[in-house]
């Protein structure tokens, strides 16, 4: 019995939670302007692999300029160049696992016996090796992923360049002592991207992401020639964030182009892209972006311990990590945000955010990310102010609809007539009048049949899904009906209900407020206003306790913060001088406060 | 075990959440009234008559269910009470009887006569009885009152007495007085309360065959409700105002009447008024009369009697002036202002006597002679409605002419016996 009340008690009380949440908290260096002196200081790999090694950051003092408290000396790491910091992580990556018998022999034919092994071959055909004679003296092979490379780029450049003897004239002379490999990297393979790799199980990895290893007889070495070559979906336009204004490219499949993509908007030295890799099994590279001098190195440090520590044999796609990352799993509320659009990730970096791209999947993923965002489209920036803050409030009117009509007419049917104008009444009961269901069931019906349309139309190929959506809705409504089985006043309800969540831009919380709305459709269904109130507290109180990346959900309004004036109301985009407040980014000036310069005679309007 | 407590303590939430059910009612579980009307009853105490629409508009709501509006049910029974009236309908009618949505309150006038006071704060305690209704106080019958009113050019009733409601202020013939209202003014010792006065109109005053054109002619509102001359629409008819003292009905007022209280009680909005022209009585000028600000009321004592100095403030448009006299010009406007204000000064004087005749403060005179008491007792032990007979009351009127229509100037006509006018 006394375990019983011990157990209720422990229910009701609330105890903090014991593990160390991620906190973004104000930095002493937040908000200083330095936008070109990137700290790169910091990007080192999270705690937990903390077994790998720290970077060797020579510590120096350096005076920086104090804004209010005084003349305060700061001691400030120094920071690394991009290439040093490549170069250590590099190292780092290739040190584990580095066994004696993982390294290439000098042995020609007990190489090919390892790669023969690991790969299963015969069993295994898509692993092809290829056994040929370096300019008829040498023996050597390739070994290649078949349709993983470019077969004719294999073999033009790799193969017809090391056969042909007249290209080893030079090596064959009396007294070179130059090692074949190095010679044939140097002088040989007119291929942009050569690396001489030892390590046999970084060699595996490059063969499968489509390399071709060239071994060598007598080398203990083995040179990886880029020759990827798959094939791949090219760019198109975005299927889940159409707009009407601005970009029309959509990240692809491939994890190169989609950097690739991000990196023609943003031309900065600063826009670093950093890879780790996930999956223990499948081995896929996602791409953490941030520019580098506006991003908080805590979350970057952040991004990348919690990117680290997934330890699942297959992630696939963005989608998979962001459940993987995310904070808070059991919220309704998505904590990231997924982007099918490069202008949309770059204009988030430049804000200080981080984004997460990963193989596999169209889509990129955005932390942290607060409410706001998830209202947000490319093309509220694209289109004037006042154009771009009239969609806003539409969408937000979406989003209310898409998730209180029902409710509300329940409420209003079951508990609250008196609300109701007489003639709209009269006119509901009268064609409620041969509905044998009630309210509750006839919502619950029509809802059901509304999302069963709406999975049903994705799933149906081509083009009749397109027609099928409103063909069937419109067929099944009239049926529904004529039947009696549902009143018209509710087709008008669902159909609205629909049109509302259509206009989320963001899928993922369109699908969190369909969710939603059948939670309260019940509460009205039970308790009315009164019902619908509650719920809506409750829904509140649990979502302002979601955190993304140790940004609360509804930041710059709860809890208060600094932020531009691009929330639901846009203002003018010159009025948009900072970034947010709340991710406390290194440089929170986004543009001067006179960034239409041609306004002010003085200068002719040139930049100060 | 934590997982076993938690489920039961949701379960046991449900069952307290789910206690919410039991007041949900689909719309097709009420029937739901939309006038509800009383008078002394034949059999039983009281006669109580439900008006409400049919529902028998059925599936589709499109072409046919139009038609189906304008089925309207009455329903009159008699009873001991309006509740207990409520439950003996339930026994033919098989939805429950909701009231929320009623909008008229009809009371007969020999029911009003002998105080309906027992009525009104009665049954203002029930949920679903509104303040916003309209009281009415209708000559005869109730019940036949409302079976007269039915929908005429509308196919939806409620929204018949709804704007027929806002046309009181369009014409000033009748107020839009609230059951809330009454039942403020009657506990209140400022003023009386007033009703609606409605009668069914038998067309009896209305005599077939061209007329002579009788003059001098009559003002448009010195008619009470059901007398008007006329023939064709609903045969309800809304026209003046029933006076009470506390809940006893103890005098009616005709529309013009009713147009000078509502402009003393600075809830008059517009009205068409026709005057005799000045310099022809045989030819009517018509004018569009708005209030142009509250009245000024002021009310001082001598000695013991109370002096009320009320001045209201009307301005206007010229509609239609038959003659062609040129009353826009400099010279002739005052000449016709001044023939206004006399008109109104007149009837006011004439309704403030016949108010104090049966000793109503319908006015809320009251409300400014409290001034001059320092506490709510003395107020009271005053007793400011009994004394309201005893009051001289000085009234004026200003009134200023704004615009002329879409004539600037009127001019003569001519014909075979020359320039005709002046």
């Given at each position: 019995?006394?375990?019983?009340?011990?157990?209720?008690?422990?229910?009701?009380?609330?105890?903090?939670?014991?593990?160390?949440?991620?906190?973004?908290?104000?930095?002493?260096?937040?908000?200083?302007?330095?936008?070109?002196?990137?700290?790169?200081?910091?990007?080192?790999?999270?705690?937990?692999?903390?077994?790998?090694?720290?970077?060797?950051?020579?510590?120096?003092?350096?005076?920086?300029?104090?804004?209010?408290?005084?003349?305060?000396?700061?001691?400030?790491?120094?920071?690394?160049?991009?290439?040093?910091?490549?170069?250590?992580?590099?190292?780092?990556?290739?040190?584990?696992?580095?066994?004696?018998?993982?390294?290439?022999?000098?042995?020609?034919?007990?190489?090919?016996?390892?790669?023969?092994?690991?790969?299963?071959?015969?069993?295994?055909?898509?692993?092809?090796?290829?056994?040929?004679?370096?300019?008829?003296?040498?023996?050597?092979?390739?070994?290649?992923?078949?349709?993983?490379?470019?077969?004719?780029?294999?073999?033009?450049?790799?193969?017809?360049?090391?056969?042909?003897?007249?290209?080893?004239?030079?090596?064959?002379?009396?007294?070179?002592?130059?090692?074949?490999?190095?010679?044939?990297?140097?002088?040989?393979?007119?291929?942009?991207?050569?690396?001489?790799?030892?390590?046999?199980?970084?060699?595996?990895?490059?063969?499968?992401?489509?390399?071709?290893?060239?071994?060598?007889?007598?080398?203990?070495?083995?040179?990886?020639?880029?020759?990827?070559?798959?094939?791949?979906?090219?760019?198109?336009?975005?299927?889940?964030?159409?707009?009407?204004?601005?970009?029309?490219?959509?990240?692809?499949?491939?994890?190169?182009?989609?950097?690739?993509?991000?990196?023609?908007?943003?031309?900065?030295?600063?826009?670093?892209?950093?890879?780790?890799?996930?999956?223990?099994?499948?081995?896929?590279?996602?791409?953490?972006?941030?520019?580098?001098?506006?991003?908080?190195?805590?979350?970057?440090?952040?991004?990348?311990?919690?990117?680290?520590?997934?330890?699942?044999?297959?992630?696939?796609?963005?989608?998979?990590?962001?459940?993987?990352?995310?904070?808070?799993?059991?919220?309704?509320?998505?904590?990231?945000?997924?982007?099918?659009?490069?202008?949309?990730?770059?204009?988030?970096?430049?804000?200080?955010?981080?984004?997460?791209?990963?193989?596999?999947?169209?889509?990129?993923?955005?932390?942290?990310?607060?409410?706001?965002?998830?209202?947000?489209?490319?093309?509220?920036?694209?289109?004037?102010?006042?154009?771009?803050?009239?969609?806003?409030?539409?969408?937000?009117?979406?989003?209310?609809?898409?998730?209180?009509?029902?409710?509300?007419?329940?409420?209003?049917?079951?508990?609250?007539?008196?609300?109701?104008?007489?003639?709209?009444?009269?006119?509901?009961?009268?064609?409620?009048?041969?509905?044998?269901?009630?309210?509750?069931?006839?919502?619950?019906?029509?809802?059901?049949?509304?999302?069963?349309?709406?999975?049903?139309?994705?799933?149906?190929?081509?083009?009749?899904?397109?027609?099928?959506?409103?063909?069937?809705?419109?067929?099944?409504?009239?049926?529904?009906?004529?039947?009696?089985?549902?009143?018209?006043?509710?087709?008008?309800?669902?159909?609205?209900?629909g049109l509302g969540s259509f206009a989320i831009p963001n899928y993922p919380f369109g699908l969190s407020l369909r969710v939603v709305r059948f939670f309260f459709t019940f509460m009205a269904a039970i308790l009315g206003f009164y019902g619908i109130s509650l719920g809506l507290f409750l829904m509140a109180c649990v979502a302002c306790n979601i955190k993304s990346f140790g940004v609360p959900f509804f930041a710059p309004v709860a809890p208060k913060t600094k932020s531009a004036p691009d929330l639901v109301m846009r203002q003018p985009i010159w009025k948009q001088e900072e970034r947010p407040d709340f991710l406390n980014p290194a440089n929170r000036r986004k543009q001067s406060s006179n960034s239409r310069g041609w306004e002010h005679k003085k200068n002719g309007g040139k930049k100060q | 075990m934590k997982r076993v407590i938690c489920l039961l303590l949701l379960l046991s939430y449900m069952c307290i959440l789910f206690t919410g059910c039991f007041d949900a009612q689909e719309v097709t579980e009420w029937a739901y009234v939309y006038s509800i009307g009383m008078e002394k009853g034949v059999t039983d105490k009281l006669r109580m008559t439900v008006q409400m629409p049919s529902m028998k508009g059925g599936k589709g709501g499109g072409s046919e269910g139009g038609q189906e509006q304008g089925n309207i049910e009455t329903i009159t029974i008699d009873c001991p009470s309006f509740y207990a009236g409520v439950n003996m309908i339930n026994s033919f009618v098989s939805r429950q009887i909701n009231y929320m949505h009623a909008k008229y309150l009809v009371f007969s006038e020999s029911l009003a006569r002998e105080g309906i006071d027992s009525y009104i704060t009665a049954f203002i305690r029930g949920r679903q009885i509104r303040r916003q209704m309209n009281v009415i106080i209708t000559k005869g019958s109730a019940s036949d009152f409302l079976k007269a009113h039915s929908v005429a050019i509308s196919s939806s009733l409620s929204k018949k007495q709804q704007n027929l409601m806002d046309q009181g202020s369009n014409t000033g013939f009748f107020s839009d007085v609230t059951y809330g209202d009454m039942l403020d003014e009657a506990k209140a010792p400022y003023g009386q309360p007033i009703a609606i006065l409605a009668a069914i109109n038998d067309e009896g005053k209305f005599k077939p065959g061209e007329g002579t054109g009788q003059l001098p002619f009559k003002t448009s509102g010195d008619y009470y409700a059901g007398d008007l001359a006329r023939r064709g629409g609903s045969k309800a008819e809304f026209l003046g105002t029933a006076i009470f003292d506390g809940g006893k009905m103890v005098g009616e007022l005709n529309g013009d009447e009713t147009r000078i209280l509502l402009m003393l009680r600075n809830q008059f909005h517009r009205a068409f008024y026709a005057v005799r022209d000045p310099k022809m009585p045989n030819k009517t000028i018509t004018m569009d009369v708005r209030g142009q600000k509250n009245p000024n009321i002021k009310v001082r004592f001598e000695g013991d009697k109370p002096v009320i100095d009320a001045k209201v403030f009307l301005e206007g448009d010229v509609l239609a002036i038959q003659s062609t006299i040129d009353y826009e010009s400099k010279e002739l406007k005052p000449i016709l202002e001044n023939e206004f204000r006399k008109l109104i000064k007149e009837q006011m004087d004439k309704t403030i006597k016949k108010c104090q005749l049966v000793n109503s403060d319908v006015f809320r005179f009251g409300s400014f002679a409290a001034m001059h008491f320092p506490t709510i007792p003395e107020w009271e032990e005053y007793n400011w409605l009994k004394r309201f007979k005893d009051a001289q009351v000085n009234t004026e009127v200003d009134f200023r002419i704004r615009r002329t229509g879409t004539m600037l100037k009127s001019s003569e006509l001519f014909s075979t016996e020359g320039k005709k006018g002046e």
């Open positions: 019995m006394a375990n019983i009340f011990q157990t209720m008690k422990n229910v009701f009380t609330y105890k903090p939670e014991k593990g160390q949440a991620f906190e973004l908290l104000e930095g002493s260096t937040e908000g200083v302007e330095r936008e070109n002196t990137p700290e790169a200081a910091n990007l080192k790999p999270g705690s937990d692999t903390s077994d790998k090694t720290e970077g060797t950051s020579a510590e120096q003092t350096k005076d920086i300029p104090a804004e209010k408290n005084g003349k305060k000396v700061r001691e400030k790491k120094t920071p690394l160049t991009v290439e040093e910091w490549n170069k250590q992580k590099n190292d780092e990556e290739a040190s584990p696992d580095q066994t004696e018998e993982g390294l290439v022999s000098s042995d020609l034919s007990a190489n090919l016996q390892k790669i023969k092994k690991e790969f299963g071959i015969p069993y295994n055909t898509d692993v092809m090796t290829r056994k040929f004679k370096i300019a008829r003296k040498v023996n050597a092979f390739i070994t290649y992923v078949d349709g993983m490379v470019d077969s004719t780029f294999v073999s033009d450049f790799v193969l017809r360049q090391l056969m042909e003897p007249r290209n080893f004239e030079e090596f064959f002379k009396e007294g070179n002592t130059e090692n074949i490999s190095d010679y044939i990297n140097e002088n040989v393979i007119s291929v942009h991207e050569v690396g001489k790799m030892k390590d046999l199980n970084t060699i595996y990895f490059q063969i499968l992401c489509g390399d071709t290893a060239l071994f060598i007889d007598g080398a203990e070495m083995c040179l990886i020639i880029s020759t990827r070559g798959y094939e791949k979906r090219s760019v198109e336009k975005p299927v889940t964030e159409n707009v009407v204004m601005g970009s029309q490219e959509g990240f692809t499949e491939n994890l190169r182009t989609n950097l690739t993509l991000v990196r023609k908007i943003i031309k900065n030295k600063n826009l670093i892209t950093e890879m780790i890799k996930v999956g223990k099994t499948n081995q896929a590279y996602i791409g953490i972006m941030y520019m580098n001098g506006i991003v908080n190195q805590e979350v970057i440090k952040e991004v990348k311990r919690r990117l680290n520590s997934i330890d699942a044999a297959f992630v696939a796609g963005d989608g998979m990590v962001g459940q993987f990352i995310e904070d808070s799993p059991f919220m309704i509320f998505p904590q990231t945000l997924t982007t099918e659009r490069p202008d949309r990730v770059a204009s988030f970096l430049m804000e200080g955010k981080v984004a997460i791209i990963s193989e596999g999947a169209p889509f990129a993923e955005v932390v942290p990310i607060t409410f706001y965002h998830l209202l947000q489209t490319s093309e509220d920036s694209m289109v004037r102010w006042q154009y771009g803050s009239f969609l806003r409030i539409i969408r937000v009117f979406g989003i209310m609809v898409s998730a209180f009509l029902p409710a509300m007419y329940v409420a209003l049917t079951l508990f609250h007539q008196e609300m109701i104008p007489t003639e709209l009444l009269a006119s509901i009961a009268r064609s409620k009048e041969e509905v044998p269901f009630p309210t509750i069931v006839e919502i619950i019906l029509l809802e059901i049949s509304f999302e069963l349309i709406r999975e049903g139309g994705i799933r149906i190929p081509g083009v009749i899904g397109q027609t099928l959506g409103i063909i069937g809705a419109l067929i099944l409504g009239q049926a529904a009906v004529a039947a009696g089985l549902v009143s018209p006043i509710l087709i008008i309800i669902v159909a609205v209900t | -």
